[in-house]
């Protein structure tokens, strides 16, 4: 079982940008990964996945554009870069593996996803 950690979260001003990364201590070359977050007394919701091959990714709609999501594999992590951030991406943010088979997609289905990490929390405040 993979044991992942996220880093990079901290506060930042509306317009600003941060970046995420999401490493994991054995090789995942197999798995689909997912960022998600959650805010404060709201669900938990899908983010952005990225393909275990690393040729797709998928976004929710309120964050094309702006976020762009990476791997690199041989360094077994994945990255989020968040620009133009908005006080409504304030959340903890995870990663997660994905149980997508085909290795050129992945889907924003949250019920596909575990092996979370603890999480990094951004905010995004004035």
């Known amino acids: 079982q993979l044991h992942l950690v996220e880093s990079g979260g901290g506060l930042v001003q509306p317009g600003g940008a941060l970046r995420l990364a999401c490493a994991s201590d054995s090789p995942w070359d197999p798995y689909p990964i997912g960022w998600l977050r959650q805010a404060p007394g709201k669900e938990r919701e899908m983010v952005s996945c990225?393909?275990?091959?690393?040729?797709?990714?998928n976004y929710r709609y309120s964050v094309q554009g702006r976020f762009t999501i990476s791997r690199d594999s041989a360094k077994n992590m994945v990255f989020l870069q968040m620009n133009n951030l908005k006080p409504e991406d304030t959340a903890t943010y995870f990663c997660?593996?994905?149980?997508?088979?085909?290795?050129?997609?992945?889907?924003?289905?949250?019920?596909?996803?575990?092996?979370w990490g603890q999480g990094t929390q951004v905010t995004v405040s004035s």
């Open positions: 990225i393909s275990s091959s690393g040729n797709f990714a």
């Open positions: 997660a593996t994905g149980s997508f088979v085909d290795r050129n997609l992945c889907r924003l289905w949250i019920d596909q996803y575990q092996n």
